[in-house]
């Protein structure tokens, strides 16, 4: 069984900051591709930013140069460091990661619980 927790949001005023971090839990073979995804009420929920397993990152063009994502080296633990946030930021962030159960077994994507994330002005 995987669990992703998710910690690290919160309140903040507009032009702080926040660190998300997303721990996998569990027994699995690999990790591969691992992201952040962001949904705010009334809308879809859209990719904030990933990177691969090869560690290339991609960012939304709303949060480029304001977020890094990263992770540890054993790639079990994800992380958002979010700058200068604005309200527009508020919403629940969500882990996302590709795991691969067994080694001769397909990837699947498991997602977190989600974290709100609120910037007041």
């Known amino acids: 069984q995987v669990q992703l927790v998710e910690s690290g949001g919160g309140l903040v005023q507009a032009g702080g900051s926040l660190t998300l971090s997303c721990v996998v839990l569990?027994?699995?073979?690999?990790?591969?591709?691992m992201a952040w995804y962001r949904q705010s009420p009334g809308k879809q929920r859209e990719l904030v930013a990933s990177?691969?397993?090869?560690?290339?990152?991609h960012y939304a063009r709303s949060v480029k140069d304001r977020c890094t994502i990263s992770r540890d080296r054993a790639k079990t633990t994800l992380f958002l460091q979010m700058n200068s946030l604005k309200p527009e930021d508020t919403a629940v962030y969500y882990c996302?990661?590709?795991?691969?159960?067994?080694?001769?077994?397909?990837?699947?994507?498991?997602w977190g619980q989600g974290t709100q994330v609120t910037v007041s002005s």
């Open positions: 996302n990661v590709n795991i691969r159960m067994a080694s001769n077994a397909p990837s699947h994507v498991f």
């Open positions: 569990g027994t699995f073979s690999s990790i591969s591709d």
């Open positions: 990177i691969s397993s090869s560690d290339v990152t």
